[in-house]
């Protein structure tokens, strides 16, 4: 744990040094993230595929508590408009075949690598050493959609619509709240699944920890929690220093993503807070005694992580976020892109499923 709080503790420093003291205070977001993720379990992997293999519709109550609870924390935030002095944005996006098809590929990603977008981070932070081949494909995935986004960008879509913007901020809230309640009072319905998690903590102190941590990242960092994007910049900053010229490519001549590109990794804000997530892991395993390294060397194991976080990295790009991105905080942002996205991944989780048994043998599901 000593070697652990250095490490925490010069990161913080460093963040504070290249961003002040508002990219210190997301770094610490991130780290809690992290710590929340390993206490409770709390995830969306090994639920979405309980329901769609054993229709366990319970498997849904905790992600369906995170969203909503997400959705109640953004709301007050988004009427407002800003924060600390800055103006806040929820997680909009268009509405298209490119989010549709991006979900349901990463839906077979994630069955296949074994975890989503932070997933594979905490699962990282808790010593499962395979997550670092499939970050390590994540980012190539990422990359490899980044330069293709305009073809993407050309299939037929509308602008996104954001409830918010359309009904004002709380009769949208409310008209979500009720819906994403009646989802959750209706997997409820099953009393018969036994309870499978290990978690230290309940799932409800997960669902509202993490909306709580989610609405202080909208108002620290203006925009919402989000994972993946780090994992296109991580991919194009190696394929820089590999002699790849980002002048060829559309997407990282954005304002955005150029300066993303050329700064330090450390003033990117989902950077940080990814690099958080993993600490803030690995210290919660420490303290509960649960951190053991393993990696599964079979493999079958080590080509499914690899086409898993190609497809995770790929999809994520081009529908604009993952469970966490996509799926929460435009959800909770009230974009209507989100709930494409909900629908979308499902077919690709019983896909992945279906092959997971060819990459770890009979059983796997």
Known sequence: ???????????????????????????????????????????????????????????????????GLTTLAFAPLLSLGEAFGQPLAGSGAPIGMQVALGALLFGIGMQLGGGCGSGTLYSLGAGNGRMLLVIVAFCAGSFLASLQMGWWQSLPGINAVVLGQVLGWWPAALLQLILIATLWWLAGLRPDVANRSRAVWPLWVGALALALLNMATLALAGHPWSITWAYALWGAKVATQLGWDPAGAPFWQ????????????????????????????????????????????????????IIGGLLMGYGARIAFGCTIGALVSGIASTSLHGWLWFVAVLPGVWLGAQLRPLFFGQGAQ
């Open 1 to 67: 744990m000593a070697a652990w709080a250095l490490l925490v503790a010069g990161l913080g420093l460093a963040a504070l040094g290249a961003s002040g003291v508002r990219h210190l205070a997301l770094f610490g977001v991130g780290l809690l993230m992290g710590a929340v993720l390993v206490l409770t379990e709390i995830g969306f992997t090994a639920s979405l595929r309980r329901f769609v293999l054993e229709f366990d519709t319970r498997a849904l109550r905790a992600p369906l508590a995170l969203i």
């Open 254 to 305: 954005a304002p955005f993503q150029s300066s993303a590109l050329s700064g330090d990794l450390l003033q990117d804000v989902t950077s940080l807070m990814d690099i958080g997530l993993v600490l803030g892991a690995l210290g919660a395993a420490l303290a509960a005694g649960r951190w053991a390294w393993r990696w599964d060397l079979r493999f079958g194991a080590m080509i499914a992580a």
